[in-house]
């Protein structure tokens, strides 16, 4: 029996570009046939991002790293199957750019500033990525989110908030460099990351 050719580092890239524009032109025929391009604010993040404001604010809200944002709604896959329904009684509550959600989550929550109530797609590296959150975000899942704000808690007191990409980044650039940085207690108890990356870990 032969053995399989290995593959490189380069050729894992490309595969994830090539998924990643795959599923970005599927998004973007979503947005068109659900009617949402015709609609004068929606608009098309540099994350991939596609939103569909619902009821904008007549003055823009401030809404910086450390504060809590509450929202009512439902975190759907495509669909429809609801991964998360936030009701009046029992609304999402996120602390932004510190909770531990994905990175889409925060995103949206900064994205409130503007608009009130909207409908958004997180493309899947914007959700639980390749490693998805069985059972219920299968992989490669992509997002649809509908939601309204319903609270604003300003940060009372300063916190150390760091871009969670930034550590990301480090991680994959160790790793591509052949530096795992996790200690030796990750062999005892391996964590998941969700990323697009997660095939590598």
Do not use: Y
């Not at 989550?105 to 390749?130: D, I, R, T, Y």
Request: charged share 20%; proline share 6%; glycine share 6%.
């Amino acid at each position: 029996v032969g053995s399989a050719r290995p593959v490189s580092s380069m050729e894992l890239i490309e595969l994830n570009e090539r998924k990643a524009q795959a599923q970005s032109n599927f998004i973007d025929s979503l947005a068109f046939a659900w009617g949402w391009t015709e609609a004068s604010d929606f608009s098309r993040r540099p994350s991939g991002m596609l939103l569909h404001p619902l009821r904008s604010r007549t003055t823009r809200l401030q809404i910086n790293d450390g504060d809590t944002v509450f929202w009512k709604g439902k975190a759907m896959l495509l669909d429809s199957t609801a991964v998360f329904d936030w009701p009046d009684s029992a609304p999402f509550s996120l602390i932004v750019n510190a909770s531990n959600w994905p990175l889409g989550f925060h995103e949206l929550a900064k994205a409130m500033e503007e608009h009130e109530a909207l409908e958004a797609v997180l493309p899947s590296h914007l959700g639980w990525g390749l490693s998805g959150w069985l059972p219920m975000v299968p992989q490669d899942a992509v997002l649809w989110m509908k939601l309204e704000m319903v609270e604003h808690r300003k940060q009372k007191t300063a916190v150390n908030v760091q871009d969670p990409l930034e550590k990301w980044n480090q991680l994959i650039d160790a790793f591509e460099f052949g530096s795992w940085g996790a200690d030796t207690a990750w062999l005892a108890v391996p964590k998941l990351i969700a990323s697009p990356c997660i095939s590598w870990c």
